[in-house]
């Protein structure tokens, strides 16, 4: 059975950092594009970073530059580094699994909230 | 970036009626279009990829259409638990991204 568990949320200071992660199970994370979405407090979807099975990673406009993905093969674990973090930062952040190779997510960790404020 | 817009906003309906939601992208994504349905409190579910293909465990009463700039997403007969928010993303090109969702609400 696929598992997605997400840890690491939680209250942080805008200027602050904040490291996600992810532990997959029932697959390896190095074969699929492994996402991270959010979702901020009553708002829709946004994509923010993905890592390909070759270790592409790309990263949406509002976090490019502060944000980190990376995986740990040997764990099967995903990771996103998030650094000068911001009050609009604030969401529960999914970890999700592409299908296949693409970027249709078939796969949904069940969240994980992370609220920048002073 | 690609913006995806969807409609309407809600849609209130009564159980065993049909549904159609529209999403339609501000260029041409072929057929590079995945549905997702969320509930309330809930991580969102696979619907539809590559616009018409329905995802493992799908009902037959979710259908998904179109190419190219407009989509559909046709729900034949409501079920109780089809009400919640649709979403419609594109994968054609980075940054991935969704539609603002619809809302299906009981009528």
């Known amino acids: 059975e696929v598992q997605l568990v997400e840890s690491g949320g939680g209250l942080i200071q805008p200027g602050g950092s904040l490291r996600l992660s992810c532990a997959a199970s029932?697959?390896?994370?190095?074969?699929?594009?492994m996402t991270w979405v959010r979702q901020a407090p009553g708002k829709g979807l946004e994509w923010v970073s993905v890592i390909e099975d070759g270790g592409t990673t790309h990263y949406g406009d509002s976090v490019r530059g502060r944000f980190t993905i990376s995986r740990d093969n040997s764990d099967n674990m995903l990771f996103l580094q998030m650094n000068s973090l911001r009050a609009e930062d604030t969401a529960v952040y999914y970890c999700t699994r592409g299908r296949g190779r693409t970027s249709s997510y078939d796969s949904w960790g069940q969240g994980i909230l992370v609220t920048v404020s002073s | 970036d690609i913006v995806l817009t969807q409609s309407p906003a809600t849609l209130s309906l009564s159980p065993g009626e049909g549904a159609t939601l529209s999403c339609r992208a501000s260029?041409?994504?072929?057929?590079?279009l995945v549905w997702y349905q969320q509930k309330g409190g809930q991580a969102p579910r696979l619907l539809i990829y590559?616009?018409?293909n329905r995802a493992t465990g799908i009902p037959a009463r979710f259908s998904g259409s179109g190419s190219g700039t407009d989509f559909t997403l046709t729900i034949s007969r409501l079920e109780p638990e089809d009400f919640a928010v649709y979403y419609c993303?594109?994968?054609?090109?980075?940054?991935?991204?969704f539609g603002q969702g619809t809302r299906l609400e009981i009528k």
């Open positions: 260029q041409n994504i072929y057929s590079y």
């Open positions: 590559d616009a018409s």
């Open positions: 029932g697959f390896t994370v190095s074969s699929y594009y």
């Open positions: 993303q594109q994968r054609y090109s980075w940054p991935i991204t």
